[in-house]
C-alpha cells in the first residue's frame, strides 16, 4: 500500500545545513468535497487493513447505496497506485498542509468529473507508472469521481496543467 511520508522539508540550505521547508497548500484551502475525499484517502492509507475511519467518512458523505460502490472504487486505485515504484506522498490525517501527489490525485478526480480527458491521463500517467494497471486504476478513478458527483460532491476544475513528463523524472530523481 502506499507510504506515508512527511513532505514538511526541503533539501538542506547549502549554507547552514539545515533543512529549508517548502511552501505546502493548506488543507484549509480545499473545498468541502476535495477535504472529504483527502480525509478519506489519508484513513484509507493509514489504516489500509480495516479501513474503519475511510468507511465512515464515506457513509456519512454518500447515501447508503452509493457507500459500498465508492469504497470498491477507492480500493482498486489505491491497489494500483499503492503498486507503484516511488511510494505515494501521503500525509498524516491531522497535518493541515497537502502534498503533491495528495494535490494529483485531488485533481485526477477533478480532472474526470470536469471533462478533461488530457489532464487525467497525464495525471494517471504520473501516479501510475505501470501501464498494465494503469487503465484499471484510472478506471476505478473515473469510477469514484462519478459516484462523487452523482452524491453531491463536485469538486473544482483541475488546479493546473499536469506536470510534463521530463519535469517529473527530474522532480522524483
Not at 506522498?89 to 494535490?103: F, M, N, V
Not at 485526477?108 to 471533462?115: K, N, R, S, Y
Not at 507508472?129 to 469538486?155: F, I, M, Q, V
Request: charged residues 20%.
Amino acid at each position: 500500500m502506499a507510504e506515508l511520508i512527511a513532505l514538511h522539508r526541503g533539501p538542506a540550505s547549502a549554507a547552514t545545513g539545515i533543512p529549508v521547508c517548502r511552501p505546502m497548500p493548506r488543507v484549509a484551502s480545499l473545498h468541502a468535497s476535495e477535504r472529504l475525499l483527502l480525509v478519506v484517502i489519508r484513513h484509507w492509507v493509514e489504516d489500509p487493513a480495516t479501513v474503519c475511519p475511510a468507511v465512515w467518512a464515506m457513509k456519512r458523505a454518500f447515501d447508503t447505496g452509493l457507500c459500498g460502490p465508492a469504497i470498491k472504487a477507492l480500493r482498486g486505485l489505491m491497489q494500483a497506485v499503492g503498486a507503484r515504484p516511488r511510494p505515494l506522498r501521503l500525509l498524516g490525517s491531522a497535518c493541515p498542509t497537502l502534498s503533491p501527489d495528495e494535490r494529483a490525485l485531488l485533481d485526477l478526480f477533478a480532472a474526470h468529473q470536469h471533462g478533461r480527458e488530457d489532464h487525467s491521463v497525464a495525471l494517471m500517467a504520473w501516479l501510475v507508472p505501470d501501464d498494465d494497471a494503469r487503465d484499471s486504476a484510472n478506471d476505478h478513478a473515473a469510477h469514484l469521481a462519478y459516484l462523487l458527483e452523482k452524491g453531491g460532491h463536485r469538486l473544482r476544475p483541475p488546479a493546473a496543467a499536469p506536470v510534463p513528463p521530463a519535469r517529473r523524472e527530474a522532480v522524483a530523481g
